[in-house]
């Protein structure tokens, strides 16, 4: 399997840090540059640690051969969007790697994972995941549940991480199911 993971200038570059670390397969990730300042600021990876997790791209490569429909992968992951990477998916605008690749996921009908992060959020925004969710995304809000009672910010991290797994149909261990 070949899986994209993107990574944008929301808060919360640990997801798509976490994304790449446990995901199987041929992993490639697209950081925008806000991206790249916003997990330098949060967490203490920087590139060298995504080279080598991953194939690693700037927002900026737009050569890249996701730009073409016809280079072929099996799912997309933003994580974290941004609202400004999820206004312009929404709105067909293509302007870098990542907003170029999600666009051609969408039409070609492949599995585009959007993981938002903001709040509170505005009526443009809720909008906007309306418009990606009507499209054929698949939205994943990072909100952990409580109800297995977590110990750490790991634990709320990888609840969300895990529900990520679910929706692509991988197995994991990521957190405790509720069982009633
Ligand atoms: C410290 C910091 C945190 C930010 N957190 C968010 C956020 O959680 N969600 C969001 O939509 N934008 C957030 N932003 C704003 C984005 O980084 C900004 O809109 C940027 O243009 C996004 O670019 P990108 O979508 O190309 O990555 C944050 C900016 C900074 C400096």
């Known amino acids: 399997m070949r899986y994209i993971v993107a990574i944008t200038g929301a808060s919360g570059a640990i997801y798509g840090i976490r994304l790449l670390e446990e995901l199987p397969g041929e992993k490639h990730c697209i950081i925008s540059d806000s991206g790249m300042k916003i997990m330098e600021f949060e967490t203490e990876k920087d590139i060298a640690y995504l080279e080598k997790l991953a194939k690693v ?5 737009i050569e890249s051969s996701f730009a073409s429909g016809s280079f072929r992968f099996d799912a997309m992951v933003i994580a974290p969007a941004s609202m400004n990477t999820v206004g312009k998916i929404a709105h ?3 302007d ?3 907003t170029r690749t999600a666009s051609v996921a969408l039409k070609e009908r ?8 903001e709040t509170p959020v505005s009526a443009i925004h809720l909008r906007n995941l309306t418009i990606l969710a009507e499209s054929g995304a698949d939205i994943v809000l990072p ?6 009672r977590p110990k750490s910010v790991d634990d709320m991290v990888n609840f969300v991480i895990g529900r ?3 929706l692509l149909g991988i197995e994991h261990e990521l957190y405790k199911r509720w069982e009633g």
């Open 143 to 148: 909100a952990p549940a409580f109800y297995n």
């Open 164 to 166: 990520i797994l679910d």
């Open 96 to 98: 870098n790697l990542i």
């Open 92 to 94: 067909g605008i293509a």
């Open 110 to 117: 492949r599995r585009l994972v959007i993981v938002p992060r």
């Open 57 to 61: 791209y700037r927002e900026s490569e």
